[in-house]
């Protein structure tokens, strides 16, 4: 899968699922799924390799990227829990490792 048809596959999914679009932490969410079907070995592991890694790229603080992130997945908490049927807390990085299951 070629990187601008992930990116394409993101978006959609996103959208569905009802994230913010109008959202800073939208476009983080983006890359931070993209970035983690490449190296997904790295960002397996804790979220503040992510935060760090969508900070340095967007030329931002790691405490803009988790906040602006957090913001723009709050209304998609209660279709996440619903399309993955999934019974426990909906953390960052439950959505991330639920999205890149659903993308890669």
Do not use: P
């Not at 048809?5 to 476009?27: A, T, V």
């Not at 993209?34 to 969508?54: A, G, H, L, Q, R």
């Amino acid at each position: 899968m070629t990187s601008k048809n992930r990116i394409n596959n993101i978006q959609k999914l996103l959208n569905e699922l009802g994230f913010k679009i109008d959202s800073l932490g939208y476009q983080y969410w983006i890359y931070a799924i993209n970035k983690s079907c490449k190296e997904y070995w790295k960002y397996s592991y804790t979220m503040e390799i992510v935060y760090n890694d969508v900070a340095k790229f967007y030329k931002t603080t790691r405490d803009r990227v988790e906040r602006c992130m957090r913001h723009a997945s709050i209304n998609a908490k209660a279709f996440i829990r619903n399309k993955y049927n999934y019974k426990g807390s909906i953390t960052t990085k439950v959505i991330l490792q639920l999205l890149v299951r659903e993308v890669f």
